[in-house]
């Protein structure tokens, strides 16, 4: 019996830390899923940049990227909502169209960065990205005018290399910015649904942090069991 015992108190550990393992996992793929429903991404056939998620879609650094036309936008200006039909509109034609150019937005009130990034100073900045370089358009607001500057009037316009990647800091502050702008627009919109959300999020962080704890504590050690012998002598 007391090897038997000797033997689970052994175990215990391993059992414990298989099911706080467990328990991290399933934390982690609630969290993920409240993650995914915080972020509100518009409607569209253009590409919803933000900081977070920028350099890993358009893979601008890389030498074979896709160009990209971007538009850097403000919700309450005037001249970008009436662009919004268009610059959706040409979206729409491009990809009909086969062609390799892809239409992105990036909201700079909500990624303040990325209009620091590429030196945003008015509504709606338009940049084209291609070959290394960023272009700015400053032609007509049409799908024609913006055809054409893609086919290859670009190369007449204001050119500038582009700025270089964040660094892993910048890129964990920004993404820990944008996701509290998510929340407050969550809250604006939906106050019960966004404590509900909250009231998740934190039963999702308490689990981690317990699993973690469970997980990383030192394993603790067992007395050595005393001999026979000793308990006579006593």
Request: with cysteine; glycine share 6%.
């Amino acid at each position: 019996f007391v090897h038997i015992l000797h033997f689970s108190r052994s175990r215990a550990p391993s059992v414990r830390r298989l099911h706080s393992m467990t328990a991290f996992r399933r934390a982690v793929a609630v969290a993920t899923v409240l993650a995914a429903h915080v972020r509100v991404v518009d409607a569209g056939s253009s590409f919803d940049l933000t900081e977070s998620n920028f350099d890993a879609i358009t893979k601008l650094s890389a030498p074979d990227s896709n160009p990209w036309f971007v538009k850097f936008y403000a919700p309450w200006c005037g001249h970008c909502k009436k662009l919004a039909p268009t610059w959706e509109e040409l979206a729409t034609k491009l990809e009909a169209d086969g062609s390799n150019v892809k239409v992105g937005k990036v909201d700079v009130t909500q990624s303040r960065g990325l209009g620091d990034r590429f030196k945003v100073r008015g509504f709606p900045t338009l940049i084209y990205f291609a070959d290394g370089q960023m272009y700015k358009y400053k032609g007509a607001r049409t799908v024609d005018d913006f055809e054409t500057f893609l086919r290859g009037a670009y190369k007449d316009a204001e050119a500038g290399a582009l700025p270089p990647m964040p660094s892993l800091k910048e890129r964990l502050v920004s993404a820990f910015t944008e996701l509290m702008q998510s929340v407050l627009k969550l809250f604006q919109a939906n106050l019960p649904g966004a404590l509900l959300m909250v009231a998740l999020a934190f039963t999702a962080g308490g689990a981690v942090g317990f699993a973690l704890g469970l997980f990383l504590a030192p394993t603790p050690k067992m007395p050595p069991a005393k001999k026979a012998e000793d308990k006579k002598e006593q």
